[in-house]
């Protein structure tokens, strides 16, 4: 069995996106002859919080724990609602103050390659002794925060252990990166860093083929691609809502907000008697400023339904109960690559999937190609709007609903099986 470190910032008792993938492998590692020892901070200052989610943990799995410096506390004794904003990434685009400014200012200039830069020299020495007792076989890293990769480059080179470095997202092509007011000298370290890392790194992980190919620009170390995925939960069907409800489950930025989907929803409550009577917003987890504006701006706030972060067990069941799910992302090119996790386990709940996104978006390949939902530009509307009263004659006659997909290939489990594979190939 191989014995592999596994360096992650997300860790149980964290909540979000960013501890689901790593959480996931761990659980399933040791039915392929891998046994995963976590390493993690001690003290990290976590904006969402899903303690629930250590239960999914194998018993008797080693984690060791080392402290770590956060300076966002620090930050929040001057500014405790922009300090929070920034740390959620939910980064406000309109009507920045000269406080806002700063902040992001000093996030994007002074803490290179992120907040948790300070916790690489003491893991390094950390992780110097533990390796005198546990030998690891490979080491792993996986973020963001990208410094994470900052402590496999170090021990890559003082311990000579063969190394993954997993990203869960791009580092500097990454939509918000062009929003921390980057001057020219951070802008270049960023690029030499990640450059570093890429080319230093056996294996490069990566979610996306789209991030694979930039990645090929920068090097030519191996890159694998093996996408975010669905877990257990989904086996058994939930009643659906008794209203038309749209429901999106995960944080809302301020820059994934289609003005052109508020527009014609506006349209149909106004229109449509029916319509109205039955319609209903459900948005789960963190939503910016700019959003909430624009929904009472088209007249949608007495529709929508907020929740604040739900335990994961819970948004799954939320996604099985809704009539349709709704997957937004950026309108950039920079975000083309971008899968979000939850695209996953919106398929694995079979409920029709609204996607929003932008052109050549990968996410939205995915959606069309398994027959899932829609998927729409920023621009569009007229065929959206036909769509979405199609979806809703079709919930009035109890018919909405979508074929069952092929996605065995994206079950955890079976992801799981394509990691093991390479951490036993010879190239490791």
Do not use: C
């Amino acid at each position: 069995m191989r014995k592999v470190l596994i360096i992650t910032y997300y860790w149980p008792p964290a909540g979000g996106p960013g501890v689901q993938r790593w959480l996931k492998f761990v659980k399933y590692l040791r039915e392929f002859e891998v046994e995963p020892v976590i390493f993690t901070p001690s003290n990290a200052d976590y904006p969402i919080q899903d303690p629930a989610l250590a239960k999914e943990l194998p018993e008797g799995i080693r984690v060791y724990r080392h402290t770590i410096f956060e300076p966002y506390r620090i930050a929040r004794l001057f500014s405790r609602k922009q300090t929070e904003v920034i740390r959620t990434g939910i980064i406000p685009t309109e009507r920045q103050s000269l406080k806002d400014r700063l902040l992001l200012w000093i996030r994007g200039n002074l803490f290179i390659p992120d907040a948790r830069k300070f916790w690489v020299k003491p893991s390094v020495r950390f992780l110097r002794n533990i390796n005198e007792n546990e030998h690891f076989d490979a080491l792993i890293t996986t973020g963001p925060p990208h410094s994470v990769h900052l402590i496999g480059l170090k021990l890559k080179k003082q311990l000579s252990i063969p190394w993954i470095a997993d990203f869960r997202d791009p580092w500097t092509s990454i939509g918000y990166h062009k929003q921390l007011k980057l001057g020219s000298v951070a802008r270049r370290k960023h690029l030499s860093l990640e450059r570093q890392v890429l080319n230093s790194a056996d294996e490069l992980l990566v979610t996306s083929r789209t991030t694979k190919e930039e990645f090929e620009n920068i090097t030519q170390q191996p890159i694998h691609v093996i996408t975010n995925g669905y877990d257990l939960g989904y086996e058994k069907d939930e009643p659906l809502d008794t209203q038309f409800t749209i429901s999106h489950i995960g944080s809302l930025l301020s820059k994934r907000n289609p003005a052109n989907l508020w527009r014609v929803l506006s349209e149909l409550v106004k229109e449509n008697p029916e319509f109205r009577d039955r319609f209903r917003l459900q948005l789960i987890g963190l939503v910016s400023e700019e959003v909430l504006n624009s929904l009472d701006n088209y007249g949608l706030k007495a529709y929508t339904h907020r929740l604040d972060y739900v335990s994961h067990e819970d948004a799954i069941d939320y996604q099985k109960k809704s009539q349709a799910l709704l997957l937004l992302e950026i309108d950039a090119k920079e975000t083309r690559g971008i899968i979000p996790g939850k695209l996953f386990e919106y398929l694995a709940a079979r409920r029709p999937i609204l996607a929003v996104g932008p052109q050549e978006w990968e996410a939205g390949e995915l959606v069309t190609t398994l027959g899932a939902g829609r998927v729409f530009g920023y621009k569009e509307e007229t065929e959206l709007k036909k769509v979405i009263l199609k979806w809703f004659q079709d919930y009035l006659r109890g018919t909405l609903r979508v074929k069952d997909a092929q996605i065995t290939q994206f079950s955890r489990r079976e992801l799981t099986r394509k990691l093991a594979e390479l951490l036993h190939g010879n190239r490791i």
